[in-house]
C-alpha cells in the first residue's frame, strides 16, 4: 500500500450515471489486476473504495457508477483536481492459472477490471472471452473496447435492449472455458460459481473502513475462516467461498 | 525544547498518543508503512477468550464527521494472540504495548488477565466494559457501577499489570461508574468507547448495518469524550486516558488540558494511515503555538 497524491487528468461521462477518472501520479504500488484503489472525497469523513480499471506508469484509471453522496461528488471532480488515495490495495486477479481459454465475467459497475486483466491475459498468449451485464443499453460500456482488442464479447441487458433479455449468465456458455474471472453483484457471482464447471476467481465487494487491513470492516467468512475482503481479497478462489 | 514524555500507571512514554484499539489491529499493517517506535503506544484488537468472527457485514456505515462501525470483537483469542501476535510484535515494536480484552463473564476477564499477566510485552491491561457491538458481553458490564466493580475486582486479583478500565459513554453518570472502578483497584481509566448510535438507508429502508445498531466515533464525538474526560477527571484520582475524536495535535492538547494524562487515536487512523505519526510530529510546533513547554504541566489544566 501506498498513499499518494493523484492528479486528475480527465473525467467524462462514459454510459449513463457512469464516469472514468483518468490520473496520473504514482502507480508502482499496483501489481495485480483487480487491485483497488481507495479514494479520499472531501466532505465526507471515510474514502470510497474502486477497482483499477487501468493502469501503466504514471497513469492510472478507475470507472464508476453514481450510486449515492460520494461518487455523485466525484462526477464534479474537475481535471487538474489532486486527489489522496491509498493506492495498490488487496490482491487481485492471479493470471497464471487461467488455462487458455479463460472466460471474463462482469456485471455493471463490476466490469472494469476486467479490462486490465483481459490485456494481461492477451500479452500472455491466451484467448479470453468476455461476458458483460448490464441494466440496460444506456448503461453499458466497454463492449466495444473489448471488441476492439479482438476478444469475442457477449452481452446481456435486464430490459433486453442490448444483447441478450436477463442475467450475463443467459448470454454465455461456461462449459468451454478452462477457467473463469468475475466481478459484479453478489448475486450474479454465487449464479456464476454455481454454473461453473472450472476453477475460477470472483472479486467481492464490502463495505469498508480503512481499506487496508486495520479495522475488521470487511471480513468475509470463507473455508479458512474469517478473511478481509481489502487485505486477502477482494479476489477470492471460488474454492475459497462459503455462500 | 519540549518535553512529550508523560507517565501512564508508572510506565514511561515518549509521547501521550497511543493507537486505538480495533483501529490498529496488532500493529503489523502500520509497521509496514512506518516505523511505529514513534508511537506512546498502541491497543492491540479486543480480545477475548475464545476466537471471533465478530458480526455479519454490512459493519460500518458514515455519517457526518464520524463512522459506525459493528464489527463485534473478531479477534483469534487469547491464545493465539499470546502464541502468534505478541512474538510478531516484538519484531517490529520495541516498547510496552496495551492489551485490549473482553469477556462474556467475570470469569472470562479475570481468565484473560491472568493468562496475559506474564507476558512480556504487555504494559497496561485495557478492560474493554464498553462494547457496544456484543450482546451479552463488554458493554453489559460497563452500563452498571455494580458490574463494572465486579469485573475490576476479578481483573485485578488475576494480574499485577497495570489495569486501566475502559468505559462506555452509552450510560447515565460516567463518574459514577469511574469511582467504582477506581474503588476496585483500577490504575487508570480510558474513555470513551463508541457511543450506540445507527443509521437507515432510505433505498431499502432498512438499516445500514446488519448488526442495526453500532458504535459511533471519529471527529463527531470528540466534545462527548472531552466533556467526560473533564467530569471524570473531577471524581477521581486516578490517570485518565482521553478516546474519542481525536485527529490533531491541538485536539490532544485539548483532551489533556480537560484531565487527560495519554491519548488514543482510533477512527482518525482509519481514513489517513499515517495519522498518529503526524499528529506526533506536529505536536512540538502546537505546544509552541501555546506557550506549552511540558506537556504534564498541561493535564486538568482547565479545572
Ligand atoms: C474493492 C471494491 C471495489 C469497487 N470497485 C468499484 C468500481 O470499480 N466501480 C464502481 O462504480 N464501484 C466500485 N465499488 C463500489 C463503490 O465503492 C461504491 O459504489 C461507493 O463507495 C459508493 O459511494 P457513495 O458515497 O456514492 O455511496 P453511499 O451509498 O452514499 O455510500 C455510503 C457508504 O457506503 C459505502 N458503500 C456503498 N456502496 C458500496 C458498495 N457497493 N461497496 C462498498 N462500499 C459501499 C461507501 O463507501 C460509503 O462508506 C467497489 C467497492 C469495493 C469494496
Ligand atoms: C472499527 C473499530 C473497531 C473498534 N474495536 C474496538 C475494540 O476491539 N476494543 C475497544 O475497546 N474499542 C474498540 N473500538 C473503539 C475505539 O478504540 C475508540 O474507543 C473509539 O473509536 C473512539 O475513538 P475515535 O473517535 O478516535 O475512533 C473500535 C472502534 C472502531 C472504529
Ligand atoms: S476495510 Fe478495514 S479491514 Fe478491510
Redesign the interface.
Known sequence: ?K?CVYLIEENEQIAQNTYRIVFSGDTSAFTAPGQFLNL?VSG????RPFSVCEWEKGHVSIVYKVVGAGTQKMSTFKRGREVDV?TGLGKGFDTENSGPRPLLIGGGAGVPPLMMLCKMLLAQKKQPTVAVGFGSAGEAFFQDAFRNLGVPVSIATMDGSLGAKGMVLDACRMDACTYFYACGPIAMLKAVCAASCSDGQVSLE?????G??????????TQR??KRVC?EGPVFDKGELVW | MVNMAVILCGIAMPNPVIAASGTFGFGEDFARLYDINCLGSFSMKGTTLSAREGNPTPRIAECASGMLNAVGLQNPGIDKVISEELPKIGEFYHRPVMANVSGFSVDEYAEICRRLDGQAQVGWIELNISCPNVHGGGLAFGTSPHSAAQVTRAARRATVKPLIVKLSPNVTDIVEVARACEAEGADGLSLINTLLGMRLDLKTRRPVLRNITGGLSGPAVFPVALRMIYQVYQGVRVPLVGIGGISSAKDVLEMMLAGATAVQVGSANLVNPYACRDIIKALPDAMADYGIKNLNDLIGGAH
Not at chain 1, 487496508?212 to 467468512?221: K, L, P, S, Y
Request: aromatic residues 8%.
Open positions: 500500500m498513499q479520499e465526507l469523513y471515510l474514502r491509498l464490502e463495505r469498508m473502513g480503512c487496508f487491513g486495520a479495522c475488521m470492516g470487511c471480513t468475509v467468512i475462516g474469517p487485505t
